[in-house]
């Protein structure tokens, strides 16, 4: 061995040496900022240009789109989201190479094109938590670019209640003698909190105007069909009560937002409050409010936050964990760890569904990712506490075995035809051409199908857990697959014999009066109506006023 162990260390110094002139202590002003990164970047350094669900370092990312290619080049960018054009601009200017991500949701489909083009190399798509885990492993960032509210002479940061993925990010880049560069959106005197020690962040700039903040879990409840209420009466009679399901975790989606405003009308219709829906790992969507005013919410810990909801979060500190400034103190690893080994039950939707159950919301023209979907969406085979749902879905599942588990309960939806009346149930995933054509190891599933213990649909609940074959989980998701080829494909015998056994249930079955199943029996019908929910609390963004 060399006894050299301080070359990352040196490397650090040379290039704050090679900055040095650009800065006034820590604090650099703005037009220089695209200067700085070509003094501290290196061609193929590993960068994580933070891109969360929510919160990007949108400043940061069009000022590392400024640089001169022929000095910085064929960057391995590691970061959660690829949501903004610049984060792309980035691979058309040859000064991005290669790219590790989880979900890239408005860039999907020029992704999937720059990708197939050869101009951007796909390490993985990942799960939020495991991308931030290879932070911490072999993904470990030299330089990274993130954002925050406020900051003051120090270098000290203020989030607000959009942490997310901001302390992952830096604490494994500042452990590792990297080089960290905030944007912020104010600079202060004194902050209401210390989020992130000014001692893990070399530089701050100013950004000319606030990050970038999309309010990505507001659902309009204008916007929820009959369909999805009937869908969120099955769910809450055939699985929540059923199972008695307290700690759990919802996707994105009209879909579970029926579910969180059937609960206050429906579930307490049926005696639940109390006995379902407790304990939550969320964003604050707007939909819950009327679930937390009703009652039937004690806790919610927050991936991060949503615009709109600061007032009423800061308001409800018994539900929400928040500071003693009042705002929120979001985490996304630690509410994807929740949301893994803490919560009950995972329930999202998914694009596409074969008949082993797999599902994947990446197909030929959109490479969506899957965000934290798979680490909700799996059963938590380290969980070792048990609880009423946890076991009951495990003494299902069986085995044969002597030795009894519990099971995590994943609940799929999704209406049997997608939009363009394109089926959502295929023999054969889209994934299959998508690993073919971006040369994957591995088809980009979402949610493998030996995790999913429910497929609901508009035709009823398929329990895969009580099928005990492969081609009895094959009846049953044909079974509500309605009217697509892979349902007209199914055995009427076959699928009686699984109803006989609890096995499917149409909602004749769960005691569901299907002409109940209106708009009336939402407790909200519109944005507005949260408002009055909230107490005038919520300030929904300009784009979901309609008053």
Request: charged residues 25%; proline residues 5%; contains cysteine.
């Amino acid at each position: 061995m060399s006894g050299d162990w301080s070359r990352a260390r040196r490397d650090r110094a040379e290039r704050l040496e090679r900055a040095r002139g650009l800065a006034d202590g820590k604090w650099v002003e703005a037009e220089r900022v695209p200067a700085l990164l070509e003094a501290l970047l290196r061609p193929g350094d590993r960068v994580c240009l933070e891109g969360d669900n929510q919160k990007q370092a949108d400043f940061l990312a069009r000022s590392l789109a400024r640089v001169d290619p022929a000095r910085v080049h064929d960057l391995h960018l590691v970061q959660s989201v690829v949501a903004l054009p610049e984060h792309l601009a980035l691979f058309e200017k040859g000064i991005g190479r290669r790219l590790d991500f989880s979900f890239s949701g408005p860039q999907a489909v020029r992704l999937a094109q720059l990708a197939g083009s050869g101009r951007l190399e796909i390490g993985a798509i990942h799960t939020y938590l495991e991308l931030y885990a290879r932070y911490f492993v072999d993904l470990t960032p030299r330089v990274a670019l993130v954002a925050a509210q406020a900051a003051d002479r120090e270098g000290n940061l203020y989030t607000g209640p959009n942490t997310e993925d901001t302390p992952a990010i830096v604490e494994a880049t500042a452990f590792k003698d990297g080089l960290v560069v905030a944007q912020v959106n104010e600079r202060v005197d004194r902050l209401p909190r210390v989020d992130v020690p000014g001692g893990w962040v070399d530089h701050v700039v100013r950004a000319p105007a606030p990050s970038t903040i999309e309010p990505l879990f507001t659902r309009d409840p204008a916007l929820i069909g009959e369909v999805q209420v009937l869908m969120a009466m099955m769910v809450i009679r055939g699985i929540y009560a059923e199972y008695g399901v307290q700690r759990l975790n919802h996707g994105i989606g009209f879909d579970t937002a029926a579910i969180e405003l059937l609960l206050p009308t429906y579930a307490e219709e049926l005696g639940l409050r109390g006995k379902i829906c407790r304990h939550w790992a969320l964003n604050p969507h707007p939909t819950l409010i009327p679930a937390v005013e009703s009652g039937f919410v004690e806790s919610v810990h927050s991936f991060g936050s949503e615009l709109g909801m600061e007032a009423y979060v800061a308001a409800r500190p018994d539900v929400f964990f928040t500071g003693r400034d009042g705002s929120l103190r979001s985490h996304r690893a630690f509410s994807q760890l929740a949301g893994h080994y803490a919560c009950d039950l995972f329930i999202g939707s998914t694009l596409q569904m074969d008949l082993e159950g797999n599902s994947s919301t990446a197909t030929r023209s959109r490479v969506t990712g899957f965000g934290g979907a798979p680490n909700m969406g799996c059963d938590a085979r380290g969980r070792r506490h048990a609880t009423p749902a946890w076991v009951r879905a495990g003494r299902e599942a069986g085995g044969g075995g002597a030795m009894p588990r519990g099971r995590k309960l994943v609940v799929q939806l999704l209406e049997t035809y997608r939009e363009h009346m394109e089926p959502a149930f295929v023999e054969r995933l889209d994934a299959w051409d998508l690993a073919e054509a971006m040369r994957m190891e591995l088809p980009p599933v979402m949610i493998y199908g030996d995790d999913v213990t429910h497929v609901v649909t508009e035709e009823g609940i398929a329990n895969l857990l009580l099928c005990r074959t492969p081609e009895e989980r094959a009846e049953a998701i044909r079974a509500v697959a309605g009217y697509t080829p892979v349902g007209r494909g199914r055995s009427r015998a076959a699928v009686e014999a699984l109803r006989g056994r609890g096995a499917v249930r149409r909602p004749e079955d769960l005691g569901i009066d299907v002409r109940r199943a209106t708009r009336d029996l939402l407790a909200a019908r519109s944005v507005k109506e949260l408002v009055r929910w909230s107490g005038g609390l919520y300030a929904p963004p300009a784009r979901f006023r309609s008053w």
